[in-house]
């Protein structure tokens, strides 16, 4: 399974080369962990993970999260300790699964991938209904499929900017007109 992942992580960042752009990956094996599991202390510790990578990055970043629990806690993180780059960094999660309780205060709207989970699920039990049992076929099947689509909210809103006034005021604009409340030049 880790050489899957692996494979993975080297295909995208590939592809992401490829359109001549930088790409930094950061995975952190959090399975390691002794001493038993407490929420707090995974949090706090992929926290510590991101902080060196975080406060490094250009100001005009696109980041793209594993999931939006992850893409959520970069926003966090952001907010916390580099606010100067809530505005002007992109970031992009995986599922739509926007928690409001998670994006209390200034935090912008999540843009999130959405995977094609009923087609997967699908699929899936079609396949188990016609191989009951049969683990040895189970372990090399692999199938991709496609997202249904990206839902486009104010932490992408645009372009990302180096400039943070300039990206705070589009990230806003685009936040007001996504709430549907107009926006005139005075504002």
Same mark, same amino acid.
């Given at each position: ?8 992580? @080297? ?14 990956? %950061? ?12 929420? #707090? ?8 993970? %991101? !902080? *060196? ?10 980041? &793209?999260?594993? /999931? ?13 300790? &580099? ?7 992109? #970031?992009?999660? #995986?599922?739509?699964?926007?928690? /409001?309780?998670?994006?209390?205060? *200034? ?16 699929? $899936? ?6 191989? *009951?049992? =049969?683990? @040895? $076929?189970?372990?090399?099947?692999? !199938? ?5 689509? #990206? ?5 992408? $809103?645009?372009?990302?900017? $180096?400039? *943070? ?13 996504? /709430?549907?409340?107009?926006? /005139?030049?005075? =504002?």
């Amino acid at each position: 399974q880790d050489d899957f992942f692996e494979r993975v992580r @080297e295909g995208f960042r590939k592809r992401v080369q490829k359109q001549g752009l930088p790409c930094e990956m %950061l995975f952190h094996d959090f399975r390691q962990k002794r001493g038993g599991f407490s929420t #707090v202390s995974y949090v706090k510790e992929i926290e510590e993970a %991101l !902080k *060196p990578h975080l406060e490094h990055l250009p100001l005009d970043t696109g980041i &793209f999260a594993a /999931n939006d629990w992850v893409a959520g806690l970069i926003q966090r993180v952001l907010m916390d300790y &580099f606010s100067e780059r809530l505005h002007t960094t992109g #970031v992009l999660g #995986v599922d739509n699964e926007q928690q /409001n309780w998670w994006y209390l205060g *200034p935090l912008a709207g999540l843009s999130s991938v959405v995977p094609a989970f009923r087609k997967i699920g699908r699929e $899936a039990m079609e396949w188990l209904v016609k191989h *009951p049992g =049969d683990k @040895e $076929a189970a372990a090399g099947l692999l !199938k991709k499929f496609a997202p249904e689509g #990206v839902v486009e909210r104010a932490s992408t $809103a645009g372009s990302a900017c $180096a400039d *943070p006034l300039t990206a705070r005021i589009v990230r806003w604009a685009w936040s007001q007109l996504q /709430n549907g409340q107009p926006v /005139n030049v005075s =504002d």
